[in-house]
């Protein structure tokens, strides 16, 4: 058994973490991070779809990012049952990634920066002397390790071991909304459109299908949705299994995936709660960890990498001064930030589509109105949603988005499917 000391321990080498470590150890913190896998993002968990504009704002803090491979997505297309809608509004612009890439890259700029890696390390006990974590244990490959940090950093993902252990301390709540994916990066695909992603609403409830092209005869297709929605979750279909419905169902879906093959399948639960609390004595939370992402699509990259950014900066500093009250600034940083209000609206947005799916409603009607929502067609806070639920006939629905569309000048058509 060995015993290390360390300023930070970050638990979880992902997207978020990585950037975390990087941004730490640049400005001169001692960072060591470890990770239970044995390879960076693999298995990857998850998708790799990001807004363009958003990426782009990364660069200056992350320039490794202006490097990686990147396919442009130039516009998004929601199918109902009876229209579809395209949006080429600045959110949805996107640019798909090539996850393993990006992560390996950021790792890499992490350890250039100082950071300490260990993979194949797993982080499975904490004991505290009052809300501090003082000691972490992890087995290794090479036996059992005693960690003593100054401050611990939770970048462990949804399922957090960390939060687990401030939850368990402080009383506070954890994941309340979940959805969970199944993603396929698929090959020899008879794509329609090879810069547009695709979402395919109507067929499943509280979710929907996608295909997200990313270049080099690849997309990532696959299902995201929130099993709460069943009526009876025991009868419920499994993501995976709702995929080989909808591939089958889905004619746009069922024919670009006709001749297609699996190259990785992928998959997982996606917090779409509010953000958690992210700090708890001399413990901080950080990306999926502390629910930080676009909850209505549960997007989580953009949000992690500005909370790292902000974390980051304020864990070096709160060493650099020996002063742990400096933590509680990452929260307001992170929440007044663009990105962070935007978090917020997102919860918001996601809260009106559950109450729409809920509703007892005609199936048709029900998918526009979500996808008004989604689309922001309806302002993100509802406020046009009262009025659109007086229509109860789809065509007359859709004249309203029309007029909505109009009114607020945006990039967004209406066809019929
Ligand atoms: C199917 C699917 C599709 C998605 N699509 C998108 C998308 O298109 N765009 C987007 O922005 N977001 C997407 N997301 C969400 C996105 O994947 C997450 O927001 C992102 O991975 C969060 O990064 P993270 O570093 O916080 O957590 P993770 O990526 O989960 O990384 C956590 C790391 O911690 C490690 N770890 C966990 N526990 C321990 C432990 N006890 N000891 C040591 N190590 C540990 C894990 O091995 C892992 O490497 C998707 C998610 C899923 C499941």
Redesign the pocket.
Known sequence: MSTIKCDVLV????????VFSYIAAKNGADVLT????NEI?APL??????SKFLFESMYEEIPVLKNVYRWPINETIIYNPISKITSREDKWISLMLNRKEVEKNLAQQAINAGAQLSLG????DASFVGENIKEVK?KTIKGDLIIHPKIVVG???????IRKQVIKNNNIEGIKDWG????IEAANLNLDFPNTMQLFMGEIMGGYGYI?PKGNDRA?V?V?ARPYYGKNPLKYKSPIELFYDLSEKNKEMKRQLKDSSPLEI?????DLSYPLDFVHGNTIL????ANQ??SY??????P?WQAAIIAGKTVAVSIEKNDLNLLKNYPKEYEDSFIGTEGRKTVKIKDNISSIISKDLDIDVKTILISMLELEIIDWDGKELENALKYKKSEELLDYARKLIDEKDLKIEINPR
């Open positions: 638990v979880g080498a992902g997207p978020i973490g990585t470890v990770d239970r896998k993002a968990r998850g998708g790799e779809a990001v390390t797993t982080v499975h992890a970048a462990d993902g949804a399922t957090s071991f969970c994916a199944i993603e997200f990532d696959g995201g992928k998959g997982g639960i996606i950080v990306g999926d960890s992402n676009f699509v549960g997007e989580g990259i953009i992690g």
